[in-house]
């Protein structure tokens, strides 16, 4: 099995704080990788620097044989989407919403590729309404179908379902499992809710404070946990994050008045 | 009482025989405002839009206010700094441009420009940061990210058009001192009122100023027509 992503000594540090530490650790090609966690454990953090989003303060981040730092080519940038916790639409149809990755990638049409993903994610008719107008679940899904459109290779999900009901939670992991297994795609999914991690996931990982403490086959990671940490985090007891905080801004001189 | 009713009734008869001087007038303030418009708008949203998306830029505190300042410039300054511009002894008076509608024009786009530009700027800034981190992740250029955010603001960018447009058509001072008032050649709705009304002509006054209060509705509606069509209130 070849690996999509290979981290080795990988730091990033924000304002001297190192919020991702991980020595070794590959995502492998056309797998579901879940990586749960408390928050601020640098799970986010660490699919931005998988998105290509910053590059790695340390450290070697190598996806498909290609070293990744500053100024990653287009045309690598573009085999990596991400679904955040929140959608960002923009001020358009949901159509247009839909097809703007394409647009981004120089694709001209594309209608019956939207028509066909919106109805699998049970949007179906609802291409010409104001995206603005939709409900959190709606949005999400919709944020799925722009991300999926262009057939990337490597979907990353950050708390893609979190808010959202059983209903929304139930067709988005549907699609993304039909997703992984059609196409081939490689999923790494950040997530709180350790149950999503078990149904979709082939791998799960748990972080916290920056590591990767654990990561083993989903069904090991949870019936065997190895790890004290995992024991733990798994039956739900309160572990410190060691979660960064940001050092409050800096106080700007202020004006009389 | 009186005089508005004479007004009234005169603005209707020289719209209904499209007096030729008031034809003449339109077309010229329609010219100067229009022409004024389009440099401030060509020139003005790409540096607005570069303004607010760049993340690091020198000199920002002293830039914005700078921008700021130039949107509230007394337009009777700026007349007076484009009149000696363009005055013979001035740097461009080689040109020629002043008392011609190209002199005018030069001066309502100095008054228009930092309109948009700061309008522009601050409509971008308005933009939900995350659409630039959305736009990354789906694998946008630098200019597909721009341009996105640019069209995220286009209300804003809208309001930016109205606003010059607005200080350029009702603008007096600058036209009057660069252009000098002279009928069939620079004479636009604005001056031709402040002429009238020193020459008693309140009737004729009163019905330019109509003519130029329906101008401008009729422009604005369209604008607002296109703000509307562009998803705004």
């Known amino acids: 099995m070849t690996n999509a992503y290979e981290l080795t000594g990988l730091r990033h540090r924000y304002g001297g704080r190192c919020v991702v530490d991980v020595p070794s650790m590959q995502v492998r ?128 999900l950050d708390e893609p379902t ?96 | 009482m009186e005089t508005i009713g004479r007004a009234l009734v005169d603005a209707i008869r020289l719209l209904r025989e499209l007096d030729p001087e008031l034809v003449e007038t339109v077309a010229l303030t329609l010219q100067v405002t229009l022409g004024a418009l389009i440099i401030a708008l060509v020139s003005g949203i790409p540096i607005g839009a570069a303004v607010g998306l760049a993340r690091r830029l020198p000199g920002r505190a002293l830039i914005v206010p700078v921008i700021y300042t130039g949107m509230g410039l007394p337009p009777v300054t700026v007349g007076l700094f484009t009149y000696l511009l363009l005055s013979n002894q001035g740097p461009l008076g080689g040109l020629g441009w002043l008392f011609t509608p190209t002199g005018m024009i030069t001066a309502q786009t100095f008054i228009a420009f930092p309109l948009v530009v700061g309008l522009t700027m601050t409509s971008v800034q308005g933009v939900d940061p995350d659409v630039r981190t959305q736009m990354i992740a789906l694998g946008a250029s630098n200019r597909q990210v721009a341009l996105t955010i640019l069209t995220e603001a286009r209300i804003g960018v809208t309001a930016a058009v109205v606003a010059a447009y607005g200080s350029i058509i009702s603008e007096v001072g600058a036209v009057m001192l660069v252009g000098g008032n002279i009928e069939g050649e620079t004479r636009v709705l604005t001056t031709a009122i402040v002429l009238e009304t020193r020459q008693g002509n309140f009737a004729l006054a009163l019905a330019l100023g109509i003519v130029l209060l329906g101008i401008a509705f009729l422009t604005n509606f369209l604008f607002h027509r296109l703000q509307v069509r562009q998803g705004g209130p």
């Open chain 1, 29 to 156: 090609t056309g797998e579901i990788l879940a990586l749960v966690g408390p928050s601020g454990a640098g799970k986010s953090t660490l699919l931005r620097l998988l998105n290509f989003l910053e590059a790695p303060t340390e450290g070697r981040l190598v996806y498909k044989g290609n070293e990744v730092g500053h100024d990653v080519p287009l045309d690598l940038r573009r085999k990596v989407v991400t679904v955040f916790q929140r959608p960002v639409l923009l001020r358009r149809s949901v159509a247009a919403n839909v097809r703007i990755g394409g647009r981004i990638r120089g694709e001209r049409h594309g209608g019956e590729k939207t028509d066909a993903l919106l109805g699998r994610l049970g949007l179906a008719g609802f291409g010409h309404a104001p995206a603005r107008t939709l409900s959190a679940g709606e949005a999400q899904r919709v944020a799925l179908a722009r991300a999926l459109i262009v057939e990337p290779e490597v979907l990353l």
């Open chain 1, 162 to 257: 979190s808010n959202l009901d059983p209903y929304n939670v139930g067709l988005i992991e549907d699609v993304v499992r039909s997703e992984n297994h059609q196409r081939g795609t490689t999923v790494v999914v950040v997530t709180h809710d350790i149950f999503q991690a078990r149904r979709i996931a082939q791998r799960s990982g748990l972080m916290m404070a920056g590591r990767i403490v654990e990561l083993a086959d989903t069904e090991t990671f949870f019936t065997t946990p190895q790890r004290q940490e995992t024991v733990a985090f798994l039956r739900g007891d309160l572990v410190d994050s060691g979660a960064y905080i940001p050092p409050p801004p800096k106080r700007r001189r202020r004006s009389r008045r």
